[in-house]
Nanobody, 114 residues
Framework: QVRLVESGGGLMQAGESLTVFCVGTAISSFSTSAMEWYRQAPGKQREWVASISSGGATNYAAEVKGRFTISRDDYKRTVYLQMDSLKPEDTALYYC???????WGQGTQVTVSS
């Protein structure tokens, strides 16, 4: 059964760093798909955060550019989101998304206090 499982969320202080990651299971073509991170804060719509192509090209939302870094390890079928200089407004449920097959994980909660 294909699954994307996010982990690494937690309760953080503003200014701290955190890396969340997403592991894909039973996805034979993980390396050929772009991967994305989205987030959804309470009462708000899900929003795109960052993406990485199969070749490693990255893009970021303006709100996180310069603070977040997306990366991938295809051997481990894992995509990472390193988040630096966290802000309270980064508080959200973070989801990874496999673009090729439109798979979504269940999310990992990141809470940033001021």
């Amino acid at each position: 059964q294909v699954r994307l499982v996010e982990s690494g969320g937690g309760l953080m202080q503003a200014g701290e760093s955190l890396t969340v990651f997403c592991v894909g299971t039973a996805i034979s073509s993980f390396s050929t798909s772009a991967m994305e991170w989205y987030r959804q804060a309470p009462g708000k719509q899900r929003e795109w955060v960052a993406s990485i192509s199969s070749g490693g090209a990255t893009n970021y939302a303006a709100e996180v550019k310069g603070r977040f870094t997306i990366s991938r390890d295809d051997y481990k079928r894992t995509v990472y989101l390193q988040m630096d200089s966290l802000k309270p407004e980064d508080t959200a449920l973070y989801y990874c998304h496999n673009v090729l097959y439109d798979y979504w994980g269940q999310g990992t909660q990141v809470t940033v206090s001021s």
